[in-house]
């Protein structure tokens, strides 16, 4: 169950009225909630304010004994308890103008605030949102509107390309019947000599073009070559450092398997000069 505390540990907290263990509770509950402290630090303030009101002595008036009159007897309890409560009353309604106190009875329950009332934000209804249909027929609008609009921008397109088509035929006829022209009127030899030109042409991009492949051909086999060279080459460096490593694994277990022999050696000698000793020699019969 969490720590809530109430008015009366605030006010015991405030008169130095607590326990210790109640205290440190109290403490800890106030660093972990700021608007605890400022609570406590509105009653400090109401505190000292109170008390720095200082008590005025009311002084009953004289009352005249066998006077025809009735008065007021001043000193009957009742009437002291009915003073001391509009004193206090008057008292409060004064310190809590100064202060900013704010008192309010709700719902059967009593509030006392300080400061100024906040004002409490007003929400706004919410509004209506759209349904499944709504949301498909808006859907449907747009995607309608875009085709129309695509379906216009193509025909437009169209027609602009028709249009630029027909003008460029326009203009290369012109120049399509004059070289049909030049051609019908160019002699057997003029078309002998253009022909013999092209195929000379013809011959040197061939011959250029075979060149040129078979020298890229034989620089891609060279540089395979070479990088299968290097590969031999690594592979054999490979290899001799695995051979080499295997040979100082086998030199190592060599010397470990001599060196282990030795000791068996050692311990078997040592044990055979102990039992030998330890055992009586008979005497002779002779």
């Known amino acids: 169950m969490s720590y809530r505390p109430d008015e009366k540990d605030f006010m015991a907290y405030l008169y130095n009225e607590m326990e210790s263990q109640e205290k440190e509770k109290f403490e800890r509950y ?16 109401l505190s ?29 309890p009742y009437l002291k308890t009915i003073i001391s409560i509009a004193a206090a ?10 202060a900013g106190i704010q008192a309010s009875f709700s719902n059967n ?22 349904t ?47 070289l049909v022209q030049q051609a019908s009127t160019a002699s ?13 042409e013809n011959v ?13 051909q034989k620089k891609y086999i060279e540089n395979l070559l070479v990088d299968f060279a290097k590969y031999l080459q690594q592979q054999r460096n490979d290899d001799l450092q695995l051979v080499q490593s295997r040979l100082n694994n ?8 001599k060196q282990e022999t030795e000791q068996i050696l050692s311990s078997i000698i040592t044990t055979v000069g102990t039992n030998g000793n330890s055992v009586p020699v008979s005497g002779s019969r002779y």
């Open 30 to 45: 106030l660093l972990e909630n700021p608007e605890a402290q400022k609570e406590l630090s509105g009653m400090q303030r």
């Open 250 to 257: 086998l030199e190592q277990n060599t010397d470990l398997f």
């Open 89 to 98: 009353v008057t008292l409060i309604i004064v310190v809590g103008k100064v």
């Open 132 to 178: 499944a249909t709504e949301v498909q027929d808006m859907i449907s609008t747009s995607l309608n509107e875009n085709n129309v609009a695509m379906q216009a921008t193509w025909k437009q397109t169209q027609q602009q390309l028709d249009a630029s088509i027909r003008k460029n035929l326009a203009d290369n006829s012109g120049k399509i019947n004059q």
């Open 204 to 216: 040197a991009m061939v011959k250029d073009y075979f060149q040129l492949t078979s020298s890229e």
């Open 109 to 130: 329950e009593f509030k006392l605030s300080f400061g100024e009332p906040q004002k409490t934000e007003q929400t706004l209804p919410a509004t209506p949102s759209l």
């Open 188 to 200: 057997q030899d003029q078309i002998r000599q253009f022909v013999s030109g092209m195929q000379t």
């Open 48 to 76: 000292n304010m109170m008390s720095a009101v200082k008590d005025k002595e009311v002084i009953a008036p004289p009352i005249v004994i066998g006077d025809v009159n009735p008065r007021f007897n001043w000193n009957t």
